[in-house]
């Protein structure tokens, strides 16, 4: 089953990150990004946390198990979804620890043809 776009939506409010918080629809289901860092999947109207040291220090009686088939175990926040605080705070402590975004390549157009 798809996750409803309201499902996000709720989510965002919830978090109310103000413009550090975009997501991205993916095969039905959403990416979420604080500061362009991938922090939690929307996966079958449940919230998935990126697996991380905030989630075992901060929420770790949280159930897991995988968003989608082939994928590790993530905690599944939705027992966080009506405390906005606390889904806040271990959502903005998963984005401290995820690396920075890498750079992304630049596309075939726009790369300056180097033949003589």
Do not use: H, W
């Not at 922090?39 to 901060?58: G, M, Q, R, Y």
């Amino acid at each position: 089953m798809a996750t409803q776009r309201d499902f996000v939506d709720y989510v965002a409010e919830q978090l109310a990150p103000g413009a550090r918080f975009t997501q991205r629809k993916m095969f039905g289901e959403y990416a979420l990004y604080i500061d362009d860092k991938v922090v939690a999947f929307a996966c079958d109207n449940s919230l998935f946390i990126k697996p991380s040291a905030a989630a075992v220090e901060l929420a770790p009686l949280l159930p897991q198990r995988p968003p989608y088939p082939g994928a590790k175990d993530y905690p599944v926040a939705d027992e966080l979804l009506d405390d906005s605080d606390a889904l806040r705070e271990l959502v903005l402590r998963t984005a401290e620890l995820m690396p920075p975004p890498k750079p992304a390549k630049p596309s075939r157009k726009r790369r300056k043809n180097t033949a003589p």
